[in-house]
């Protein structure tokens, strides 16, 4: 059977996240969770409140708002990735429950919950702006919504460097991965989310930014690092077999040279919004 575009890039994604949740919260000495505990912070959970985690992963977001809601409160994370979901439920709280339900079509009621949080998902949505609206259709009067997205315009130039030489040795090696369209890469940058949040109705809206950053001792550890960073590096990096695999570095280090000082380092970037729902 043939599939579409868009369900071949959802197939992907789901094989990525399951391919990769062992080592999803220990990447980069464990930043995924220290981006989802200021998330946690920036959504302001209250006791007592109904939450919705869309793309929750491994459940770190989920986990870290669950404790601010306390017994009385509830939190629902919903994500496509069996493997995910696995992790996610093995340090389930009791007020927690995990679901294998799409973004686009969550099986709840209008107006059950008090916030709906997006941990580094909104991106990766076949639909985003449809899973937005889902979440206006389920958030009650004044319910918030926040969330975190990578800022990639923040990434440094040996980052830069390093998606051009991949680049070039996919197109030698006729290597294809299905990618969503570019304007998904820009969704983190301040201007386009508050935009977004506004367009849908959402007022007070708040961001705030955290970057991070180092520099790799060696090629192999900057690919390992990279390779962990999203679906494209991951899949490329891991059909190389290790001759092509030494030829992609040793290509990559000559490269590197150019920049000098600035070889091997690297920026991840994040920004953090939340808004209210006005009507
Ligand atoms: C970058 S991970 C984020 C995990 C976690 N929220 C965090 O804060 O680290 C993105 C997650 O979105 C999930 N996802 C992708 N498309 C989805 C969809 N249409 N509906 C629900 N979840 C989806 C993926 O399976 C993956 O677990």
């Not at 923040?154 to 980052?159: G, S």
């Not at 990618?179 to 940058?189: A, D, K, N, Y």
């Not at 091997?264 to 006005?278: P, Q």
Request: glycine share 8%; with cysteine; hydrophobic share 40%.
């Amino acid at each position: 059977m043939q599939l579409s575009g868009a369900d071949e890039l959802l197939e992907h994604l789901v094989e990525y996240y399951d391919r990769v949740a062992p080592e999803y919260d220990s990447w980069a000495g464990g930043l995924h969770g220290r981006v989802a505990a200021r998330l946690a912070e920036v959504a302001v959970p209250k006791k007592g409140e109904t939450v919705l985690d869309v793309g929750c992963g491994t459940g770190l977001v989920t986990q870290l708002v669950a404790e601010k809601v306390g017994k009385k409160g509830s939190v629902v994370g919903i994500d496509l990735s069996a493997r995910m979901l696995d992790l996610a439920r093995l340090k389930a709280r009791p007020n927690t429950t995990f679901m294998a339900v799409a973004a686009e079509h969550v099986p709840f009621r209008d107006k059950s919950f008090d916030l709906v949080t997006y941990g580094q998902s909104l991106p990766y949505l076949s639909d985003p702006i449809g899973s937005l609206e889902e979440s206006i259709r389920l958030l009650r009067k004044k319910g918030r919504v926040a969330l975190s997205l990578h800022r990639r315009s923040l990434h440094t130039e040996a980052q830069d460097l390093f998606y051009e030489v991949l680049g070039d040795l996919a197109v030698r090696h006729h290597l294809r991965v299905p990618e969503h369209s570019p304007e998904r890469s820009v969704f983190g940058e301040p201007e386009n989310l508050s935009r977004l949040l506004d367009e849908l109705g959402f007022s007070d809206v708040r961001l705030t930014e955290m970057v991070t950053g180092g520099r790799a001792r060696t090629p192999r550890e900057w690919t390992e690092l990279m390779a962990g960073s999203g679906p494209l590096p991951h899949t490329l990096i891991r059909v190389l077999g290790p001759r092509l695999r030494t030829e992609f570095e040793v290509t990559l280090a000559e490269r590197m040279q150019e920049l000098g000082a600035e070889a091997f380092r690297y920026h991840f970037a994040f920004i953090f919004a939340s808004g209210f729902l006005t009507g």
